[in-house]
């Protein structure tokens, strides 16, 4: 078996992809939390992360049909959001002239953010080619 056909891209997509939320959106929720409150700015940054894990869940599973396609696609949409902001995050790193106490966390994060929202938008677009859906 070689390693991309083997479950394990998937596997760390869940794992990393929790991890990826301490990037960008972390400094998005920053931003969010004195204007929206916690439970809105966490949901709102979190729910690209989620949306992945969903997908890659979806990815998982035998059998390929519509229903697991759309929760594949909002994955996309989550890893595509995901990855904007952990490229706002290094803007905002790059240009703040304030370092803040998470910093360290966020730059891990945005280290682990951006490989993992890539490596998602491939295994989407190989497994959307797959089921006859893709380019």
Same mark, same amino acid.
């Given at each position: 078996?070689?390693? !991309?056909?083997?479950?394990?891209?998937? $596997?760390?997509? /869940?794992?990393?992809? *929790?991890?990826?939320? +301490?990037?960008?959106?972390?400094?998005?929720? &920053? %931003?969010? /939390?004195? !204007? *929206?409150?916690?439970?809105?700015? %966490? &949901? $709102? +940054?979190?729910?690209? #992360?989620?949306?992945? $894990?969903? &997908?890659?869940?979806?990815?998982? $599973?035998?059998? #390929?049909?519509?229903?697991?396609?759309?929760?594949?696609?909002?994955?996309?949409?989550?890893?595509?959001?995901?990855?904007?902001?952990?490229?706002? &995050?290094?803007?905002?790193?790059?240009?703040?002239?304030?370092?803040?106490?998470?910093?360290?966390?966020?730059?891990?994060?945005?280290?682990?953010?951006?490989?993992?929202?890539?490596?998602? #938008?491939?295994?989407?677009?190989?497994?959307?080619?797959? +089921?006859?859906?893709?380019?």
């Amino acid at each position: 078996m070689r390693f !991309r056909d083997s479950p394990l891209p998937e $596997i760390l997509i /869940k794992v990393t992809a *929790l991890l990826s939320a +301490c990037g960008g959106p972390l400094v998005i929720y &920053g %931003f969010l /939390k004195p !204007r *929206l409150g916690v439970p809105v700015a %966490f &949901g $709102i +940054c979190f729910l690209p #992360i989620a949306l992945m $894990i969903f &997908g890659t869940l979806f990815m998982d $599973i035998d059998g #390929i049909g519509a229903f697991q396609a759309r929760f594949v696609r909002l994955g996309l949409a989550g890893a595509l959001l995901a990855l904007n902001m952990h490229l706002y &995050g290094v803007y905002v790193l790059a240009t703040a002239a304030a370092r803040g106490p998470d910093d360290g966390l966020t730059i891990v994060g945005i280290i682990v953010g951006i490989p993992t929202s890539a490596v998602y #938008i491939y295994l989407t677009r190989r497994w959307l080619s797959r +089921c006859g859906e893709g380019d």
